[in-house]
């Protein structure tokens, strides 16, 4: 039987140096809009014009049963949130998920906000660690897929890093299990599955063509979730806040790039060591 390699060609990786550009693009309309008062409505149809504007396609509306741009995930929902009329207030945490689709290959990123305005200040401090924490780990999984001999080295280097920055009080960070990265081409979803946590098995062989879309779920407790009546929205079953972080990131002979950065990387492996190299 044909078996589709994971590794992809030096041609293939720079069909999807758009597509991660447009994908960022999107995210940057979302944040623009990152005040109180904005629906998630409003969000998804700024992130969908940024994608339209560029000639590229809403990769998530490609997903069977999705109509919407973008995941909005708010506060206790971790990931997978349905863009609508929801009122964002300040002191809200708000995890925003899109892709592009650009002449058949695809971008996929999310990043996680923080609306800003007046709200509890021990909320917002609560809040703000959570996501930079999460973020922090997706720069640890990304700087160890640099160096990495297998992808079991980068989830265990993200979840080093969350346990190396644990809340402290003798607790530590939720990382979601059943929601995992993945291989990222002609599909948005590709093998290889990529767990944000140890596993005992080392997985697949990381060396250049290989593409993945690294994204941490990280809860400020319990792992545990439930998905909503919406049939979508995954939130957790203690009512912890959820962060979600993600890039597609490639790895080539020249070294790693980060596609849905603007700079690839640079700022966020710069305390790795690490300077990206264009996909060329
Ligand atoms: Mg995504
Ligand atoms: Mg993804």
Same mark, same amino acid.
């Given at each position: 039987?044909?078996?589709?390699?994971?590794?992809?060609?030096?041609?293939?990786?720079?069909?999807?140096?758009?597509?991660?550009?447009?994908?960022?693009?999107?995210?940057?309309?979302?944040?623009?809009?990152?005040?109180? @008062?904005?629906?998630?409505?409003?969000?998804?149809?700024?992130?969908?014009?940024?994608?339209? +504007?560029?000639?590229?396609?809403?990769?998530?509306?490609?997903?069977?049963? #999705?109509?919407?741009?973008?995941?909005?995930?708010?506060?206790?929902?971790?990931?997978?949130?349905?863009? @609508?009329? $929801? *009122?964002?207030?300040?002191?809200?945490?708000?995890?925003?998920?899109?892709?592009?689709?650009?002449? @058949? =290959?695809?971008?996929?990123?999310?990043?996680?906000?923080?609306?800003?305005?007046?709200? &509890?200040?021990?909320?917002?401090?609560?809040?703000?660690?959570?996501?930079?924490?999460?973020?922090?780990?997706? !720069?640890?999984?990304?700087?160890?897929?640099?160096? +990495? $001999?297998?992808?079991?080295?980068?989830? +265990?280097?993200?979840?080093? #890093?969350?346990? &190396?920055?644990?809340?402290?009080?003798?607790?530590? =960070?939720?990382?979601?299990?059943? #929601?995992?990265?993945?291989?990222?081409?002609?599909?948005?979803?590709?093998?290889?599955?990529?767990?944000?946590?140890?596993?005992?098995?080392?997985?697949?062989?990381?060396?250049?063509?290989? *593409?993945?879309?690294?994204?941490?779920?990280?809860?400020?407790?319990?792992?545990?979730?439930?998905?909503?009546?919406?049939? !979508?929205?995954?939130?957790?079953?203690? @009512?912890?806040?959820?962060?979600? !972080?993600?890039?597609?990131?490639?790895?080539?002979?020249?070294?790693? =790039?980060?596609?849905?950065?603007?700079?690839?990387?640079?700022?966020?492996?710069?305390? #790795?060591?690490?300077?990206?190299?264009?996909?060329?």
């Amino acid at each position: 039987m044909f078996r589709k390699s994971i590794y992809k060609t030096p041609a293939q990786l720079r069909s999807m140096v758009e597509p991660g550009l447009i994908t960022a693009a999107s995210l940057d309309a979302a944040a623009a809009l990152m005040r109180p @008062g904005v629906t998630t409505a409003e969000i998804d149809a700024a992130a969908n014009a940024a994608i339209v +504007a560029r000639g590229a396609e809403s990769n998530f509306q490609m997903v069977r049963g #999705y109509r919407h741009t973008t995941c909005i995930s708010v506060n206790d929902q971790v990931v997978h949130g349905i863009p @609508g009329d $929801r *009122v964002l207030a300040a002191g809200d945490i708000v995890s925003v998920d899109s892709g592009a689709q650009f002449q @058949g =290959w695809n971008g996929d990123s999310a990043r996680t906000f923080i609306i800003p305005g007046e709200a &509890d200040a021990d909320v917002v401090d609560a809040r703000t660690r959570l996501s930079d924490v999460t973020e922090g780990s997706l !720069w640890a999984g990304i700087a160890a897929m640099a160096s +990495a $001999r297998h992808l079991g080295d980068i989830g +265990a280097a993200i979840q080093g #890093y969350l346990e &190396d920055n644990a809340p402290g009080e003798g607790r530590d =960070w939720g990382i979601l299990r059943e #929601y995992v990265g993945h291989g990222i081409g002609r599909k948005m979803h590709e093998a290889p599955s990529l767990f944000n946590y140890r596993t005992p098995d080392r997985g697949a062989e990381v060396k250049p063509g290989l *593409v993945l879309a690294i994204e941490p779920m990280v809860t400020a407790g319990s792992e545990d979730t439930f998905v909503e009546d919406d049939d !979508w929205t995954v939130s957790t079953v203690d @009512g912890s806040d959820g962060s979600h !972080w993600e890039h597609s990131v490639a790895l080539h002979a020249g070294g790693i =790039w980060v596609l849905t950065a603007e700079d690839g990387g640079a700022a966020g492996l710069a305390p #790795y060591g690490i300077t990206p190299t264009p996909v060329a």
